[in-house]
């Protein structure tokens, strides 16, 4: 690992004029690609103060022994050099957007002597036109259906070769869903001409070749060959079957590529809309994990650099308008860029409202799933969470393996409703069964760290509390059974008999808290790790380990320390901990919400000692009013399901001029505080 220092530039080097800089490693690897306005104040960023850079970009400079840079005379031009340099070395350091390979497409390969229709995944390939992607039941669907219209070779190299030795078609060939060039029904030229229009059909132009079909079948009714036209009339039917399964969504005339993202501090999932004639005639994604310091803007830039670039070398799909979640970086120099690849002009916008928003705001919600989805298989994979754990052990310096790890936070609205939650994970997977939440009342409800304490405090005590009840219970169940062997005759040291155990012998109490974790993770930086670390302290336990994560820079605290742990921005550890951390903070929030809603709904009866929910709910159904209830006598009360003679009393004494309700009018009902809606009357 090299020291910046010493491959650092001298700044009256650098010049001071836009261009493409690149950091290379010590066997000379491109490992970052970048471009600047001001390619020194850019490049004295990397070495102003390295120890104060984020932790990609500090592996970044440290993992380099060298950088050069390539002055260019306008940003456009350091657009398209930096582009160029980003594909041809692929740098390890760059944001990369990988595709999710979930959608296969339909492909035509147009560079066989006789074309080929068929799904396909991975890779594009030279001289093969792609359409899609499609979900995989309906590309099959609208492969089948098209083949009925033109029949185009669908089967495979062997498959082709065994027909033309054998002179007979296949299966396909005979039941008119393949022309079979393979034994000459039609020419290979004839067999083209068929590829291209399944390809143009699928290129948006349905209408021209339906119309067609309509006048041939209107013809061949002219005629009364009614046998000819059932077949067009069919063959009509399943062409509007494939045109119209994709639903117009913008205006006929509009084609636009729409993308969104949705990403969290360490991912970020792409997807757009490929609109063709206003219809959606696919869908891509992509994940990114963000090894750059790169804002929403540069994203969105990195992302039509790279998209556009690969589609119009392979596809030439580029269209006339790309809709984006937020204007990209150097918008103008990207559309001009965008522009020289499709030879007219490209117009990237932003949607306010209207369809194009409407659409864009459905892209976002593909976007949100698609990263809920690759975060949860990432969980699950069992190498993953292995090697995740060890990480955390490793960097943690920890003795004992990470078998289970508790993760907590408090959830309030300006200090009311103070609330907290415990998450349990073992083996990396979450155990939902021993997930617990915390109503933090009093002293403890003042502030974060003091609630923390609080909430850390109550766990361990119940701990504490359990695994001495598990030893007596133990002792109690050995303790009998000496004394059976004893009354036997045997040897106070023998094995009691059999029946001597079955009568004495009970299972010990299911404890809730008795299972320590051997990692403790708290949501918050140095505060709630010292608090946290406090109140095991006070209880003596001293073989649980504390972190906290820090959610504005990820930065991992230790207990007393001044400086935080950095894990890598790419670490599975740190990935996991992440996952922790907001599933602790998920359900702090779900039970504050809960709280929250009950403290908005208040009543009269709510002060009376002993009266819960559904005896509240009897007294009104019997007495259908607070203001009857308030006038009844003791005897009347008791008349009410579950109401006895304590009860009673505790009520005509809360509504007493001298109670706490007693001071109460009727104008007090229960109302729901956040509605105004009347409950009791």
């Not at 003596?540 to 380990?545: E, L, N």
Request: hydrophobic share 40%; glycine share 8%.
């Amino acid at each position: 690992m090299a020291d910046p220092s010493s491959y650092r530039p001298q700044t009256g080097e650098i010049p001071t004029n836009p261009g493409v800089y690149r950091f290379r490693d010590p066997h000379g690897r491109v490992i970052y690609v970048g471009k600047a306005k001001n390619l020194r104040s850019r490049l004295n960023s990397y070495f102003a103060n390295p120890a104060g850079l984020l932790p990609k970009t500090h592996a970044m400079v440290y993992a380099a022994s060298s950088v050069e840079w390539t002055v260019v005379g306008s940003e456009l031009e350091s657009l398209q050099l930096e582009y160029t340099w980003i594909k041809e070395f692929k740098p390890r350091f760059n944001v990369v957007f990988r595709d999710d390979k979930t959608y296969p497409y339909l492909a035509v390969t147009m560079g066989e002597k006789l074309p080929r229709v068929q799904v396909m995944r991975g890779e594009r390939r030279k001289g093969t036109r792609y359409f899609g992607p499609y979900t995989a039941g309906a590309i099959r669907e609208t492969m089948d259906t098209l083949l009925r219209v033109f029949p185009v070779r669908s089967c495979s190299a062997g498959v082709l070769k065994r027909a033309q030795a054998s002179g007979r078609p296949c299966l396909l060939g005979y039941i008119d869903k393949c022309s079979a060039p393979c034994v000459g029904r039609v020419t290979p030229e004839e067999h083209r001409a068929l590829a291209e229009d399944f390809c143009a059909f699928m290129g948006g132009e349905a209408k021209r070749f339906i119309a067609r079909l309509e006048k041939e079948m209107g013809a061949a009714v002219a005629v009364l060959d009614y046998e000819r036209a059932a077949r067009l009339r069919d063959d009509i039917t399943a062409l509007r079957k494939v045109f119209e399964r994709n639903a117009v969504v913008l205006a006929e005339d509009t084609d636009a590529d729409v993308f969104a993202l949705h990403e969290d501090e360490l991912e970020a999932a792409v997807q757009v809309f490929h609109v063709r004639g206003g219809r959606v005639r696919g869908q891509r994604g992509w994940v990114v994990e963000k090894v750059e310091d790169f804002t929403t803007p540069d994203l969105v830039e990195h992302l039509l650099q790279q998209v556009y670039g690969e589609d119009a070398e392979v596809q030439g799909r580029l269209p006339r308008e790309v809709l984006v979640p937020v204007e990209p970086s150097n918008a103008q120099d990207l559309a001009v860029w965008l522009a020289g690849i499709r030879g007219a002009k490209v117009d990237i916008r932003v949607p306010q409202r209207g369809d194009k928003a409407a659409l864009m705001s459905t892209v976002r919600e593909n976007a949100e799933h698609a990263l809920r989805l690759h975060k949860t298989r990432r969980a699950g994979d069992l190498t993953v969470r292995s090697q995740a754990l060890q990480e955390l052990q490793e960097a943690l310096e920890l003795p004992v393996p990470l078998l289970r790890i508790e993760c907590y936070d408090v959830s309030h609205v300006q200090g009311t409703n103070v609330v907290a939650s415990m998450v349990v994970v073992e083996d990396g997977l979450p155990k939902k069964s021993d997930y617990r939440k915390f109503s933090i009342t009093g002293a403890a409800a003042t502030d974060d760290t003091a609630a923390m304490h609080d909430v850390l405090t109550r766990r361990f005590r119940h701990y504490l509390v359990d695994k001495t009840a598990q030893v007596e219970a133990a002792e109690l169940v050995a303790t009998p059974a000496v004394a059976a062997a004893g009354a036997n005759g045997a040897a106070p040291g023998a094995a009691a008999p059999d029946d001597a155990l079955s009568d004495t012998t009970t299972p010990a109490p299911r404890a809730k808290f008795a299972y320590p974790p051997n990692l403790v993770v708290v949501d918050g930086g140095k505060p709630q790790v010292n608090a946290a670390a406090r109140a095991l302290e006070s209880l003596g336990i001293d073989d649980v380990y504390v972190v906290g994560l820090a959610k504005r820079l990820e930065e991992v605290w230790l207990p007393d320390s001044d400086f935080p742990v950095i894990l890598p921005r790419s670490s599975q550890g740190l990935y996991m901990l992440q996952r922790i951390r907001d599933e602790a903070h998920r359900f702090a929030i779900s039970f504050h919400r809960q709280k929250r809603g009950k403290a908005m709904t208040v009543s009269a009866l709510d002060g009376v000692p002993g009266l819960g929910d559904s005896k509240r709910k009897a007294l009104l159904a019997h007495f259908g009013s607070v203001k009857k209830i308030k006038a009844a006598s003791a005897e009347e009360l008791t008349a009410a399901k579950g109401v006895g003679p304590a009860l009673a009393a505790a009520i005509v004494t809360h509504f007493s001029p001298g109670g706490e309700g007693g001071g109460l009018g009727d104008t007090v009902p229960a109302i729901n505080m956040t509605t105004g809606e009347v409950l009791e009357t």
